[in-house]
């Protein structure tokens, strides 16, 4: 009995592939799974295949940086061998302490610009009329015509001199 449940295996294999090997699990809940290299029952070779299952997530709630970039290296085979936690807790410390020095970078030189007058402050815009009125914030005719939605102001005409006329 064992030889013909080791044949129907062996078929199983070669029909659907070699089974995908768990490589790891991160912080958010993520299995990472490897597919070895293998042969089809039609002799195609299929290359090996790097997946990741996103824990607790359907696939439309997925965001990007739900995946550690030290993972997202090793699914596209920029690294060789799958990162290990303790690699991913040093990078994520170092990514927030590098977050931090640039906040309080940032802050030390608004301070100093605040301190020598480099940033100006918020001015308070003045409203003097609506953009639909007639003369929008003037009390004269401008010399160039207007026109604001469903009306037109034409502008004041003063005719040149003769002498730039060609004769």
Partial sequence: MSGLWRLLRALKV???GPPKELVGLDHYG???YLIPKHETWAGQTIRERRMVDAGNLKE?????????TEWEAWIRKKRKDPPTIEEILKNENYREEIKLKAKEAYEKDRLLQAK???VAEPVQTQIKGHASAHYYGKNEPSPDPTSTASTFQPGSWTPQDGSS???
């Fill in 14 to 16: 070669r029909v659907t």
């Fill in 30 to 32: 993520n299995k990472y």
């Fill in 60 to 68: 439309y709630q997925y965001e990007a940086g739900i995946i550690p």
């Fill in 116 to 118: 020598d007058g480099l």
């Fill in 165 to 167: 006329r060609k004769k």
